[in-house]
Structure formats: C-alpha cells, structure tokens
C-alpha cells in the first residue's frame, strides 16, 4: 500500500548535469513508485521557455519518465517554478501529470499543508518581484509563445546571464523569504506547516504560526525529498536518510 506523499523541487534537470538527470529517473523508478503521489513544488527543468520545448529528445523522455510513473498509479502534480512557469497543458499531457495552482492547500492524512514554489514571498527583492509579475502576465505569455523558438531560446540564455549576474550583487537576506510573507500566508491559509522551495536553503524553520519546511535543491545526483506520512513529516536525502540539519 503507498505509505506517503512526496515532494520535490529546485531540480533544474538539463542536459549540463546528466548525475542529477540520471539521479531523478532512479527516483521516479524507485521511492517514488511506493508513493500515494508525487508533488513537484517547480524548477522541475533549468529552464521552459514553451511547450515546444518537448520536441528536443532530452525534453521529451523527461515527460516519459513522469508519464511511466503516472501510468504506475502514482498521482503526479506539478506547480510552476520561476523557471518553468511556461509548462502548459501539452506538457501537462506528455507527462501524465496534473498542474497545479500556486499556493495550494492541500491534506494528507488529515494534514493541512501549503505548498508554493517560494519565489512570491522573496518580497524584499523588489526587482524580482516587478519581473515576476511581467512574466506572469497572460498576455506576455501568449506573445512569448508565439516567438521563434530559436529566439525564445537564445533570449532566455540572455535573461539567465543577467539574473546570475545581478544575484551576485544582492545581499543574501534580500534573496531569502520575507518572514511577514510568511506568518500572512499561513495565518490566510489557516495552516500551521508550510512547504516550499526555490531558496535552495533546505531547512525545518519553527515560524510563530507553525513549520516551514524548505525542500532541497539538486545538483551533480545529489538532492532530496520531503515525505509526508500517517507517523509525521520528514526530509530525507535520496539514500533514504535523515536530511542534515532538519530533524527535530
């Protein structure tokens, strides 16, 4: 019988980091097949620029490798990321997986839980936020995909030089969650345990209102998930062990 629900997110699978792409399909072949269902908090890939991004082969068995795990049994949701907050309904399809609105209360076991990506309680980064809200615009998007893909390609390369590079000259507090953002948006969700990524600083935060779990990020075939059981909640690395620094 599944035994619990899982959460990942902050993978950023491209073809650049082939331990960590090799690391998610052992996943999704292994732990992930005993699972009640599998919730992806974004950043699934380094980066989605449309859904026409599945017409390269290394796209495309990513969806495959979801979709096999869909066909299993395993319910699969995906929430958008900032970097692939363009993965529309095709991909949806293609992978047998369901999207997902961002925040989201959801309550297994009978435990109320908020999910979201993160990036929209970074509050103190006021040019994200601004850029955030341009991209996330119905219209640009409709715009953006109807660009060239070779274009959409190379202008999203540009984009990611510059965000490196201006990350860089940020203090570290302003890329982190701002703590009101937080106690709002559990005390509006009515929750006392909050998940979410996108910080890439995993952790178990104690808040005023609760828990604040912030899921791993992946790289070079490490990582890890956040598991969510009739006995408690728990980080685990992939080999199945206690996520450093987050147990009680």
Same mark, same amino acid.
Request: charged residues 25%; hydrophobic residues 45%.
């Given at each position: 019988?599944?035994?619990?629900?899982?959460?990942?997110?902050?993978?950023?699978?491209?073809?650049?980091?082939?331990?960590?792409?090799?690391?998610?399909?052992?996943?999704?072949?292994?732990?992930?097949?005993?699972?009640?269902?599998?919730?992806?908090?974004?950043?699934?890939?380094?980066?989605?620029?449309?859904?026409?991004?599945?017409?390269?082969?290394?796209?495309?068995?990513?969806?495959?490798?979801?979709?096999?795990?869909?066909?299993?049994?395993?319910?699969?949701?995906?929430?958008?990321?900032?970097?692939?907050?363009?993965?529309?309904?095709?991909?949806?399809?293609?992978?047998?997986?369901?999207?997902?609105?961002?925040?989201?209360?959801?309550?297994?076991?009978?435990?109320?839980?908020?999910?979201?990506?993160?990036?929209?309680?970074?509050?103190?980064?006021?040019?994200?936020?601004?850029?955030?809200?341009?991209?996330?615009?119905?219209?640009?998007?409709?715009?953006?995909?109807?660009?060239?893909?070779?274009? /959409?390609?190379?202008?999203? &390369?540009? *984009?990611?030089?510059?965000? #490196?590079?201006?990350?860089? =000259?940020? $203090? !570290? @507090?302003?890329?982190?969650?701002?703590?009101?953002?937080?106690?709002?948006?559990? /005390?509006?969700?009515?929750? &006392?345990? *909050?998940?979410?990524?996108? #910080?890439?600083?995993?952790? =178990?935060? $104690? !808040? @005023?209102?609760?828990?604040?779990?912030?899921?791993?990020?992946?790289?070079?075939?490490?990582?890890?998930?956040?598991?969510?059981?009739?006995?408690?909640?728990?980080?685990?690395?992939?080999?199945?062990?206690?996520?450093?620094?987050?147990?009680?």
């Amino acid at each position: 019988m599944p035994d619990s629900v899982l959460l990942i997110s902050d993978l950023h699978l491209s073809p650049a980091d082939p331990a960590t792409v090799a690391a998610f399909g052992r996943f999704l072949a292994g732990r992930a097949r005993h699972a009640q269902a599998l919730y992806i908090l974004g950043d699934l890939f380094e980066v989605w620029i449309g859904d026409d991004q599945l017409d390269e082969p290394f796209y495309a068995a990513r969806a495959a490798e979801l979709r096999a795990l869909a066909d299993s049994g395993v319910p699969v949701y995906f929430m958008a990321g900032n970097r692939d907050f363009l993965c529309g309904q095709s991909f949806a399809a293609a992978a047998g997986l369901t999207l997902i609105a961002d925040p989201l209360t959801i309550a297994p076991f009978g435990k109320p839980l908020l999910l979201a990506h993160g990036d929209a309680y970074c509050t103190d980064d006021a040019d994200y936020q601004r850029f955030r809200r341009i991209v996330r615009n119905p219209l640009v998007q409709w715009l953006w995909r109807r660009l060239p893909y070779r274009w /959409r390609n190379r202008e999203a &390369a540009k *984009l990611r030089e510059k965000s #490196t590079a201006m990350n860089r =000259r940020k $203090a !570290e @507090a302003i890329m982190d969650v701002n703590a009101g953002a937080i106690a709002a948006a559990m /005390r509006d969700a009515g929750v &006392a345990t *909050l998940i979410h990524g996108h #910080t890439h600083r995993p952790a =178990r935060h $104690a !808040e @005023a209102a609760g828990t604040r779990w912030v899921l791993p990020d992946w790289h070079d075939g490490s990582g890890g998930y956040l598991r969510v059981a009739e006995d408690g909640v728990s980080m685990l690395t992939l080999d199945d062990r206690p996520f450093p620094g987050t147990t009680a």
